[in-house]
């Protein structure tokens, strides 16, 4: 299993960003996926998920700014975030459970692959 990351970036507050993770070698199209994120010396916290049945979930910060989002043509996860602020900024991750239920969800605990990360600056 391979995630790739891309999209990372510095943004101004108020702005947005697109996050994209390419999968290889995972059903992608039935898999549980996920985007993370992390800052130095805090713990990694989920952001959204999205299961093999479509079901998503969304951390509560949130709040209706970013939208989670997949392309089962392109192996593509996207992670749209609109309104950014200065506490967006952390490293973003791409990661699957291989599972078609996403089971707890934003919780780190059952995701088995992870990608590189991709940098998200919000000044």
């Known amino acids: 299993v391979q995630l790739v990351e891309s999209g990372g970036g510095s943004v101004q507050a108020g702005g947005s960003l697109r996050l994209s993770c390419v999968a290889s070698?995972?059903?992608?199209?039935?898999?549980?996926m996920a985007w993370f994120r992390q800052v130095p010396g805090s713990e990694r916290e989920g952001v959204a998920s999205?299961?093999?049945?479509?079901?998503?979930a969304y951390a509560d910060f949130v709040k209706g700014r970013f939208t989670i989002s997949k392309d089962n043509a392109e192996n593509t996860l996207y992670l749209q975030m609109n309104d950014l602020n200065s506490e967006d900024t952390a490293m973003y991750y791409c990661?699957?459970?291989?599972?078609?239920?996403?089971?707890?969800?934003?919780?780190?605990?059952?995701?088995?692959?992870w990608g590189q990360g991709t940098q998200v600056t919000v000044s």
């Open positions: 070698g995972v059903p992608f199209s039935i898999a549980c």
């Open positions: 999205l299961s093999g049945y479509a079901e998503i």
């Open positions: 990661a699957t459970q291989v599972s078609n239920r996403c089971v707890q969800a934003l919780s780190t605990a059952n995701y088995a692959y």
